[in-house]
């Protein structure tokens, strides 16, 4: 990738912003950044992001979210399904059933998204 300079070419930058920026740039190839984004996107769809809203205040089987959404229970399981591949939701059993939870990584992001988009 090409480096892309604001300043004319006889400007002499400052080796202490030069250093500033590439500390910028390694923090922003983070780990973090990868994981918000994925979090991000598989939230991106309606049905997933009514699912963690209805996790983040408790947990739920799948027949519940099903009565809850009105939706068909494949289409549910299949989001579930998505929301776990990506680490945003786990599960476990109790009894006969397969309750769903958030997973603790998740739940800040879920709750910024709560709190900055849905309740205002």
Request: with cysteine.
């Amino acid at each position: 990738m090409r480096q892309v300079r604001c300043c004319p070419a006889d400007c002499a930058v400052k080796s202490d912003w030069e250093e500033e920026l590439k500390t910028e740039t390694d923090f922003l190839k983070t780990a973090k950044f990868r994981e918000a984004s994925t979090i991000l996107r598989v939230l991106s769809h309606p049905s997933r992001l009514q699912i963690v809203m209805l996790l983040l205040n408790r947990d739920h089987c799948v027949c519940e979210l099903v009565n809850i959404l009105k939706e068909r229970q494949n289409l549910i399981s299949y989001n579930l399904g998505i929301l776990k591949k990506y680490k945003v939701i786990d599960s476990y059993n109790r009894s006969k059933n397969k309750f769903y939870k958030l997973n603790d990584n998740a739940i800040g992001i879920i709750r910024l998204i709560k709190e900055n988009l849905i309740d205002k």
